[in-house]
């Protein structure tokens, strides 16, 4: 008989999402585009700022170019009263550690933004490796890919993150899914439909199934001008 794996203690993690109408995140190119409202963009920084740290993947930070910050004075005076840092620590996931030391997140000032933890593998190229000790703290695992629940489990007892706000993309909200690493969903449905099957959906381009269905219960709808925001708490049974 198969011992059950003890599964290990992490942090509360929920995902952040805008998708058009046909479930599209992005285009076929996964280039950054605009498809969502002032008010969408408001709802990203502010479940951003309920973070002990945000995660993002490294294809979605290369796109996008973000610097992961809180912009918002009201947002960090909010976080300091509910006894978080001003800021939360910036999260980067990459299995190759190909990563760019010039992306805008590595550009910002200490006194003004989180420090950055970056999790990869040993494949990570000498050159970035080296560059990126300077802007950031690694941490290298010689297993070809990041063990996402290990991580979590180290966020919480190293970094001490009770939450997680997670912003992309699809192949890494994937991963959690399947590793039953999701408590909730923030989605929001924008009025476009990009179609082809080119363009990723929150999933990613797979046309596997998940290992198992994962089950969703709505918490809360609004509706916002043409776009509805809703909130799912994931069940990870």
Same mark, same amino acid.
């Given at each position: ?6 599964r290990l203690?992490? &942090?509360?993690?929920?995902?952040? +999402?805008?998708?058009t109408?046909? $479930?599209?995140i /992005?285009? !076929?190119?996964?280039?950054? =585009?605009? +498809?969502?409202?002032r008010a ?7 479940? !951003?700022?309920?973070g002990? #740290?945000?995660? =993002?993947?490294?294809?979605? %930070?290369?796109?996008?170019?973000v610097r *992961? ?8 005076a ?9 800021y @939360? ?8 550690g ?11 000032? @200490?006194?003004?933004?989180? @420090?950055?933890? =970056? +999790?990869? /593998?040993?494949?990570? &190229? ?7 000790m300077? !802007?950031? /703290? ?9 063990d996402?629940?290990e991580? *979590?489990h180290r ?17 890494? +909200? ?6 039953k690493?999701?408590?909730? %969903?923030?989605?929001?449905? #924008? &009025?476009?439909l ?5 363009a @990723?959906t929150?999933? $990613? *381009?797979?046309?596997?199934?998940l290992p198992r ?17 809703? /909130?799912?708490?994931?069940?990870? !049974?």
């Amino acid at each position: 008989m198969k011992k059950k794996q003890k599964r290990l203690s992490r &942090p509360f993690v929920m995902a952040t +999402f805008a998708m058009t109408v046909d $479930g599209k995140i /992005t285009s !076929r190119t996964f280039s950054a =585009i605009d +498809f969502t409202s002032r008010a969408d963009k408001q709802h990203l920084i502010r479940q !951003r700022s309920l973070g002990d #740290a945000v995660l =993002i993947g490294h294809s979605t %930070l290369r796109s996008d170019n973000v610097r *992961l910050s809180i912009a918002n004075k009201e947002l960090r005076a909010e976080r300091i009263k509910r006894g978080q840092a001003e800021y @939360p620590l910036r999260v980067i996931v990459s299995n190759t550690g190909k990563i760019d030391p010039a992306l805008n997140v590595f550009q910002t000032d @200490p006194a003004s933004s989180a @420090p950055i933890v =970056i +999790f990869s /593998t040993t494949r990570m &190229p000498r050159n970035n490796r080296c560059a990126l000790m300077e !802007r950031a /703290t690694l941490h290298l695992t010689s297993a070809p890919k990041v063990d996402l629940a290990e991580m *979590l489990h180290r966020l919480k007892t190293e970094y001490r993150v009770r939450r997680v706000a997670c912003e992309g993309g699809a192949t890494l +909200f994937r991963t959690l899914l399947e590793g039953k690493l999701v408590d909730q %969903l923030n989605l929001t449905i #924008a &009025p476009y439909l990009f179609g082809g099957a080119k363009a @990723p959906t929150l999933t $990613g *381009l797979s046309k596997d199934f998940l290992p198992r269905s994962v089950a969703c219960a709505l918490k809360s709808m609004r509706v916002v001008g043409e776009e509805c925001f809703l /909130t799912y708490r994931v069940t990870n !049974r």
